[in-house]
């Protein structure tokens, strides 16, 4: 028992999100929409983006959140909202590594409904915007 609390204590908020997950459906719908370009670990094919470790920098500001799902490999994906919803945050848990803030906000089937019907067009230069949007908060939070 005393195990049990202690796991429940270190994992907190991400103890109930893991409810919230059927790893081996989210893995499923990774492998089937994402991974061919993501890779199997997130590292990323060619000019493809890192998740890996990184993919919860984008946590960091709301834009960033948004980014997540709409890009178009997700916002135009044949996954519905609540697939989508659970594989975010699958590949959150699973490959943001210390990227993702323990106490992340998972994305809602709801959440992921609303900001889809605006896919992204100009992904590569939206994101270098947001990486140095995040950076220059990181840089305040930090002075």
């Keep these: 028992m ?3 609390l202690a796991i429940l204590i270190v994992l907190g908020p991400l103890a109930g999100l893991a409810a919230d997950i059927n790893p081996q459906r989210a893995k499923f719908h990774y492998q089937m929409h994402c ?10 094919a060619m000019s493809v983006p890192r998740m890996k470790d990184q ?3 984008f946590l960091e500001t709301q ?11 997700s ?13 975010l945050n699958w590949i959150l848990v699973e490959m943001g590594g210390d990227s993702v803030a323990a106490d992340f906000e998972p994305y809602t089937a709801n959440e992921v409904g609303d900001l889809r019907v605006e896919p992204l067009n100009e992904v590569e230069r939206y994101r270098s915007q947001l ?4 950076a220059e908060q990181r840089s305040r939070q930090a002075n």
């Design 2 to 4: 005393r195990v049990l």
């Design 35 to 44: 991974e061919g370009c993501h890779t199997p670990d997130g590292t990323g």
């Design 55 to 57: 993919v919860g920098l």
């Design 63 to 73: 834009s960033g959140r948004d980014y997540l799902v709409r890009v178009p490999g």
């Design 75 to 87: 916002a135009i994906s044949a996954l519905n909202d609540e697939q989508l919803a659970e594989v």
């Design 131 to 134: 990486l140095l949007e995040i």
